[in-house]
């Protein structure tokens, strides 16, 4: 890993939110006047759209990757743009579930997935917001998130059985959750993801699978990373 700086604030006893927090203000740095930024979804990302509001007349709007972004956007009044009314973006500020040395990222934990990574590609650059707690060696700790076609899922997760993962439908309320797209998520427990790039082209073509949450096509460009330090800057 490169890093690349340190702000000089020291922060020994912050909490995981407060964390999330200075990253989400750190994110601003990013975001230029007069252009449409792309945004992701989370409880980081919830900080970021906070302090977005204070430039809210800097910019022209966002493009949102979930209808809890877009209400939180649109109640801070910035304007949402739908995805297909902007050619590209040059920058998407998102969270992630993990993030490793390379900047490949587990995303998926807020069950948006699939549009983070829609807006993502639309965007020349990513700014990946965490706090440290988020870093690996190797992607997999977290249950990796896998948008699913309802009728998939059971098909799908012998797939993942195969490769050694136990694979869950995520559920709220007693019920499987439903996405913004009308799909239901698996967690997959077990996984050890050696070749994130690999991974992703293989799942992404099962027959079902709407999203895989591995971001290694899409990885992260920075890292605003919140530590005991203060955040740190690490470009990949
Ligand atoms: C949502 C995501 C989030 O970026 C990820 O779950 C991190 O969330 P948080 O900022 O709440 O820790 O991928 O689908």
Request: with cysteine; net charge negative; glycine share 10%.
């Amino acid at each position: 890993m490169n890093t690349a700086s340190t702000s000089a604030s020291t922060a020994p006893s912050l909490t995981q939110d407060e964390l999330k927090a200075l990253v989400g203000q750190a994110a601003l740095a990013y975001v230029r006047p007069n252009t449409i930024i792309g945004v992701g979804t989370g409880s980081t990302v919830n900080h970021f759209i906070t302090a977005l509001g204070t430039m809210k007349d800097q910019i022209k709007g966002a493009v949102s990757s979930s209808v809890a972004s877009t209400q939180r956007l649109q109640a801070l009044g910035i304007p949402v743009f739908d995805a297909n009314e902007v050619e590209s973006l040059d920058v998407y500020i998102d969270g992630a579930d993990e993030i490793d040395s390379q900047g490949y990222m587990v995303k998926g934990g807020g069950a948006a997935l699939t549009r983070e990574k829609i807006v993502a590609a639309q965007a020349t650059q990513f700014i990946c917001i965490v706090d440290e707690s988020k870093l690996v060696t190797a992607l997999g700790r977290f249950p990796l998130p896998v948008e699913v076609i309802p009728m998939a899922t059971q098909r799908i997760a012998r797939q993942f059985a195969a490769l050694g993962g136990e694979a869950r439908v995520r559920q709220k309320d007693g019920q499987p959750l439903v996405t913004d797209n009308g799909q239901h998520i698996l967690d997959v427990t077990g996984l050890h993801i050696t070749d994130p790039l690999a991974f992703e082209s293989l799942v992404n073509q099962w027959p079902g699978v709407v999203t895989v949450g591995v971001f290694a096509h899409q990885k992260a460009q920075v890292c605003l990373m919140g530590t005991a330090t203060g955040v740190k800057t690490i470009p990949y």
